[in-house]
């Protein structure tokens, strides 16, 4: 019921960008994508969400298709710390007030 | 400002025995979730509570499982008579009011809890 399909796991090497695939070909209106981020053993941490355009912060960028059905996370410059589970989400049902976690991209940033 | 604060850290508790998880919220946040995750899974909702509007218990796992939230601040998650099976990680995030159909949520720290 999450909505998203996301690789299971990726490899990035340290310092190289990390581009993490989403796909979410059943969003609709005016869902918007979020990511969050999951370092081990602490709570999910919000990235960054956008609805059509690309969008940027001090974490990642997001780039969102024109056609809305996928989108990819950039994170510019891979450290270590940024080894996590990252989760695509949008919203449930067309519910902005509720979302639903899938089981997210295990990323391993190489040293 | 402080974030979103969660305790017990860790609760260990025998099967069969009641437990009471406590959530505090950042202050003004309207909406407060609760979520669990179990060893190597994603995170899977439970309950979420909005303003003074009847929550939405739409994810508790069985009757067993209840919570509430006194003056739409602090919460509290109540698990009776514990199974083993109820032993996971239990996540609180609280959110401000939804704007421009934003919803981020901010997590706590979770509380681990154990059911031997």
């Known amino acids: 019921d999450a909505k998203t399909t996301q690789p299971p796991s990726m490899d990035c090497a340290e310092g190289r960008a990390a581009n993490l695939p989403c796909n979410h070909s059943t969003i609709s209106g005016n869902e918007y994508v979020y990511w969050y981020r999951q370092i081990h053993s602490q709570g999910p941490q919000y990235i960054i969400h956008g609805l059509k355009n690309n969008e940027t912060n001090e974490m990642a960028s997001l780039i969102i298709t024109e056609d809305r059905k996928s989108s990819t996370l950039i994170l510019p410059h891979a450290t270590l710390r940024d080894t996590a589970v990252y989760y695509c989400?949008?919203?449930?049902?067309?519910?902005?007030?509720?979302?639903?976690f899938g089981k997210g991209t295990r990323l391993h940033i190489l040293p | 400002g402080a974030g979103v604060s969660q305790s017990p850290s860790n609760k260990v508790t025998e099967k069969g025995k009641d437990v009471e998880l406590r959530c505090d919220p950042i202050?003004?946040?309207?909406?407060l979730y609760w979520y669990r995750q179990s060893l190597g899974q994603g995170l899977e909702f439970l309950i979420y509570?909005?303003?003074?509007?009847?929550?939405?218990k739409s994810g508790l796992p069985s009757d067993r499982f209840s919570a509430e939230r006194t003056g739409g601040s602090v919460s509290t998650l109540t698990i009776q008579r514990t199974q083993q099976e109820d032993s996971a990680v239990y996540l609180c995030?609280?959110?401000?009011?939804?704007?421009?159909?934003?919803?981020?949520?901010?997590f706590g720290p979770g509380t681990r809890l154990t059911v031997l």
């Open positions: 989400i949008v919203p449930w049902r067309n519910r902005d007030d509720k979302i639903i």
């Open positions: 202050s003004g946040h309207t909406a």
């Open positions: 509570f909005q303003g003074n509007s009847a929550p939405d």
């Open positions: 995030a609280s959110r401000p009011n939804l704007a421009g159909g934003s919803n981020t949520q901010y």
